[in-house]
């Protein structure tokens, strides 16, 4: 852990203190999944999209910090933010880009048009339908079509990827998603559906989540969590994300070029401030 910046360590995460004073039982299985995804994300995401802003762990970290901020003045207030409430954002924020990690037989898939065409999981788009887009056709170089294709396909696709991802890591470790004391109730489902709809429409959101649900004895909104984890997404946008060190040591042109250079001109890193019962989230 020494050669692990401070503040990319789980404890330090404010939904993590929280939980801990609460000596919850969830605590434990969700710091096996955030030691899991860190790894996955530091080695897979940059292979794959070398030329994207950063899709890590520190994302992560800042997505739930945000959630955190934006809740705080409800966390003890009864009968809003329960328990399960902050396990599914904290789990939401590790997971809800784990579908950016990708490995070789999935691009070569992809490249050639049968990536999960044999199962019910079948995305909608191919990536030979993504090469028609406008700003790929422009790319000279056939090779470059092709890789950039396959990074705006993976990209687009991501949320359902991150579905998938955790559906997979359910059947393969049934307890991490657990309801305690009980064998096989869970919230894996719910909290797969709140990963993809961070790259779907709001009008998704209420139509595959529900506003309120009840497990065991947990009480908690699966809506309210989808919403949570879009908003701080939308609010991880300044240099953070797209360090000078990176930039210029990738150089990235096109589309790409005006993705990163978005994320430079957000000056301000707090972006939330709380005025009496007025909630004040901004970016200038």
Not at 24 to 47: C, D, G, K, W
Not at 113 to 119: E, H, P, V
Not at 182 to 206: R, V
Request: charged residues 25%; hydrophobic residues 40%.
């Amino acid at each position: 852990m020494s050669n692990i910046k401070k503040d990319v360590q789980f404890e330090n995460i404010e939904f993590v203190k929280v939980l801990k004073a609460k000596e919850s039982p969830f605590l434990h299985y969700i710091q096996v999944v955030f030691e899991n995804a860190r790894e996955l994300m530091a080695n897979r995401t940059p292979y794959a999209f070398p030329n994207y802003t950063l899709h890590n762990i520190e994302h992560s970290i800042r997505i739930a910090n945000y959630m955190y901020d934006i809740v705080i003045n409800q966390l003890n207030t009864p009968n809003t933010i329960g328990e399960l409430d902050i396990v599914i954002m904290l789990y939401s924020a590790i997971l809800h880009d784990i579908g950016m990690v990708v490995n070789d037989e999935e691009v070569e898939q992809i490249r050639n048009n049968n990536y999960l065409i044999d199962t019910k999981n079948k995305y909608p788009i191919q990536v030979s339908g993504i090469k028609n887009i406008d700003w790929i056709k422009n790319i000279e170089k056939e090779e470059e079509q092709e890789k950039f294709a396959i990074q705006e396909y993976i990209r687009r696709m991501h949320g359902f990827r991150s579905k998938l991802y955790i559906e997979t890591l359910h059947i393969e470790q049934k307890n991490l998603f657990l309801i305690p004391s009980f064998s096989t109730l869970n919230f894996h489902e719910e909290l797969a559906l709140i990963c993809q709809s961070h790259n779907e429409s709001y009008d998704w959101i209420k139509k595959n989540l529900k506003e309120e649900q009840i497990k065991g004895e947990y009480k908690y909104s699966p809506q309210f969590c989808a919403c949570m984890l879009r908003l701080a997404d939308i609010l991880d946008i300044d240099e953070r994300r797209a360090p000078s060190i990176l930039l210029n040591s990738i150089n990235p042109q096109g589309r790409n070029k005006e993705e990163w250079l978005q994320h430079r001109v957000i000056q301000n890193t707090n972006k939330i401030i709380h005025k009496k019962a007025l909630l004040i989230m901004y970016r200038y």
